[in-house]
């Protein structure tokens, strides 16, 4: 089974800050890998799709990149509203999260 | 809108089922797999399983093997998902989210509430 890591596993940033995360899989995915926005007590919400693709109606601010087993996610510039956990995911692998917090 | 609307929250007692269904809108239900992720209090998010709501054929993770059981009624565009001989550590939001041609999951549910104490 494919295992997908994560780091960091949080962290604090401030507004207008750029944001990276990566999310390593355990195997060769192409760029079969998405991205996940979760606020407190909501769904999970689509941003990123294959690797690089921003889902309909997510500010461009957002972004992805990656092939293979490395993928990074970036926030351009971190916005109050951005504060949520992070999950990147390959089918039915979800990373375990990064938590951004202000 | 393309909609998922899930059934309520529930309470069960160790060693019962819990069925719960996740009514599609705004698009054809058919046309789109339906898988089922769920979420224990403070953790991350773990896939379940998909149906074919078509076919009615299913997918599950190995680790609910022999205790999921997901259907579909396609006259209600419907989905369902029952968990059986539940356990503590079965408490959980449980999400329903379509997929996006086998790629990714764009539409999800608002999530089902389900704890399991005696």
């Known amino acids: 089974d494919i295992q997908m890591t994560q780091s960091p596993s949080s962290l604090s940033a401030s507004v207008g800050d750029r944001v990276t995360i990566t999310c390593q899989a355990s195997?060769?995915?192409?760029?079969?890998l998405n991205w996940y926005q979760q606020k407190p007590g909501k769904a999970p919400k689509l941003l990123i799709y294959?690797?690089?693709n921003l889902e309909t109606g997510v500010p461009s601010r957002f972004s992805g990149s990656g092939s293979g087993t490395d993928f990074t996610f970036t926030i351009s510039s971190l916005q109050p509203e951005d504060i949520a956990t992070y999950y990147c995911?390959?089918?039915?692998?979800f990373g375990p999260g990064t938590k951004v917090d202000i | 809108q393309v909609q998922l609307v899930q059934s309520g929250a529930e309470v069960k007692k160790p060693g019962a089922s819990v069925k719960v269904s996740c009514k599609a809108s705004?698009?054809?239900?058919?046309?789109?797999?339906m898988h089922w992720v769920r979420q224990a209090p403070g953790q991350g998010l773990e896939w379940m399983g998909w149906?074919?709501?078509?076919?009615?054929?299913?997918n599950y993770a190995q680790k609910f093997q022999g205790r999921v059981t997901m259907t579909r009624d396609t006259s209600i565009s419907t989905a369902y998902m029952e968990l059986s001989g539940l356990r503590s550590d079965d408490t959980a939001v449980y999400y329903c989210?379509?997929?996006?041609?086998?790629?990714?999951?764009?539409?999800w549910g608002q999530g089902t509430t389900v704890t399991v104490s005696s």
């Open positions: 989210a379509r997929d996006k041609m086998g790629l990714c999951l764009d539409v």
């Open positions: 705004g698009y054809t239900f058919t046309g789109y797999y």
């Open positions: 149906i074919n709501p078509n076919s009615g054929g299913t």
């Open positions: 195997q060769d995915i192409s760029n079969y």
């Open positions: 294959d690797a690089s």
């Open positions: 995911q390959k089918y039915t692998a």
